[in-house]
T-cell receptor, first 114, second 113 residues
Framework: NAGVMQNPRHLVRRRGQEARLRCSPMKGHSHVYWYRQLPEEGLKFMVYLQKENIIDESGMPKERFSAEFPKEGPSILRIQQVVRGDSAAYFC????????????FGQGTRLTVV | GQQVMQIPQYQHVQEGEDFTTYCNSSTTLSNIQWYKQRPGGHPVFLIQLVKSGEVKKQKRLTFQFGEAKKNSSLHITATQTTDVGTYFCARIAGGTSYGKLTFGQGTILTVHP
């Protein structure tokens, strides 16, 4: 039973490029949450998605960031025109149902913008 | 938003010493979760507390939820080098975003052998 799979584990982008981060939730999980962790800081909620729906995007920056969770395939967090301040670890978590007892986190994608 | 404050930010201990991290909220919490993140790793769920005054133990780890459900603590007895990492408390949002976690800032634990 594979856990939450994120890829790539490490991503280097030049300023102005696009970054695409993928998250495949655990089998049977239909709720996905994305979090961002800046160096030596806690995790900040970005967006909560269910299949084909964005439930809560209150933590997403208003520009350049978007997320989707299509009917088929992984959830995608897309960052357009990256800037140095986007450098962070991006984690996704999945749960079987809303507010499942525990959130299962992926290994994260470490994004470095140069 | 409703935040949870966590102290201390850093804690250095000698192996064998005890360690405690505290989590406080200005509002009543429906529940609180604790996670551990090893250096370079991802958060791993440790426990969830729901009831007022609840105390749960996992080997050397003791978790408490305050009577007023506004604070929580994690205590590690006789730390080992394997305890190194960052410990986070998190509250779970309700309403339409049920399941969304708001994390404390975390306590970074260093254990010196």
């Amino acid at each position: 039973n594979a856990g939450v799979m994120q890829n790539p584990r490490h991503l280097v982008r030049r300023r102005g490029q696009e970054a695409r981060l993928r998250c495949s939730p655990m089998k049977g999980h239909s709720h996905v949450y994305w979090y961002r962790q800046l160096p030596e800081e806690g995790l900040k909620f970005m967006v909560y998605l269910q299949k084909e729906n964005i439930i809560d995007e209150s933590g997403m920056p208003k520009e350049r960031f978007s997320a989707e969770f299509p009917k088929e395939g992984p959830s995608i967090l897309r960052i357009q025109q990256v800037v140095r301040g986007d450098s962070a670890a991006y984690f996704c978590a999945s749960s079987f149902r809303e507010g499942g007892t525990e959130a299962f986190f992926g290994q994260g994608t470490r994004l470095t913008v140069v | 938003g409703q935040q949870v404050m966590q102290i201390p930010q850093y804690q250095h201990v000698q192996e064998g010493e005890d360690f405690t991290t505290y989590c406080n909220s200005s509002t009543t919490l429906s529940n609180i979760q604790w996670y551990k993140q090893r250096p370079g790793g991802h958060p791993v769920f440790l426990i969830q507390l729901v009831k007022s005054g609840e105390v749960k133990k996992q080997k050397r780890l003791t978790f408490q939820f305050g009577e007023a459900k506004k604070n929580s603590s994690l205590h590690i007895t006789a730390t080992q080098t394997t305890d190194v990492g960052t410990y986070f408390c998190a509250r779970i949002a309700g309403g339409t975003s049920y399941g969304k976690l708001t994390f404390g800032q975390g306590t970074i634990l260093t254990v010196h052998p």
